[in-house]
Each structure stands twice: as C-alpha cells, then as structure tokens.
C-alpha cells in the first residue's frame, strides 16, 4: 500500500524555482514528523529537510536559506518550496518520515538543475 507520494519535479535552469509535494496517509501524516530527501547520482541519500507535527523545521546546511518545507495538515501534504536551484541541487528527491523507515522510500521525483 502507497503511503507517501512525491511530486512537482522537473528541469529547470540555475537560479529557478520549483515546489515539491508530498502526499501521505492521514495516519502517517497525523503520527509522524517528515523529511525531504535527495540522492544525486553516484552518492548517497541525504537528508534535504523536516517539519515535526508542530511546524518546528530543520535544514540540512547546504540548503538553508533557499529552501522552505512546510505541510498542510488539511490536506495532508508536505511541501518543499525550491529557491536559487544549482546544479548540485540536482537529483531525485524522496519524502519519508523523519527519521525515515525502510518500507516508506516511493519511487522520488526527478529534479535536474541546468547550468
């Protein structure tokens, strides 16, 4: 059973914006905190960002400043809102719960920054 979606990926050239989405059950988006992930090619997952059920918020340094996560509790969606893109931005972005569990990883959404 799908329990967290991603969505709202795509290309777009240095210095662009895009808003990622994250559709999750209501049980998992009532209980959990939740995080946006990345994996660039050739390199690990990394941690992006999180929002705990209360709103507090925690940035990976690489990002802080450009990026903002934020949920909706009415429609029980995450988002990310993608500022100032660089290349290095450039992967596919997972959302997951914070910390993230094995079986929640969905297929991501591709961003891809051009130079």
């Known amino acids: 059973q799908v329990q967290l979606v991603e969505s709202g990926g795509g290309l777009v050239q240095t210095g662009g914006s895009l808003r990622l989405s994250c559709a999750a059950s209501?049980?998992?988006?009532?209980?959990?905190?939740l995080g946006w992930y990345r994996q660039a090619p050739g390199k690990p997952r990394e941690f992006v960002a999180s929002?705990?059920?209360?709103?507090?918020?925690n940035y990976a340094d690489s990002v802080k400043g450009r990026f903002t996560i934020f949920r909706d509790n009415t429609k029980n969606t995450m988002y990310l809102e993608m500022n100032n893109l660089k290349p290095e931005d450039t992967g596919v972005y997972y959302c997951?719960?914070?910390?993230?569990?094995?079986?929640?990883w969905g297929q991501g959404t591709q961003v891809t920054v051009s130079s």
């Open positions: 929002i705990t059920r209360g709103g507090a918020t």
């Open positions: 997951n719960t914070n910390p993230s569990f094995p079986a929640y």
């Open positions: 209501g049980r998992i988006f009532s209980i959990y905190a």
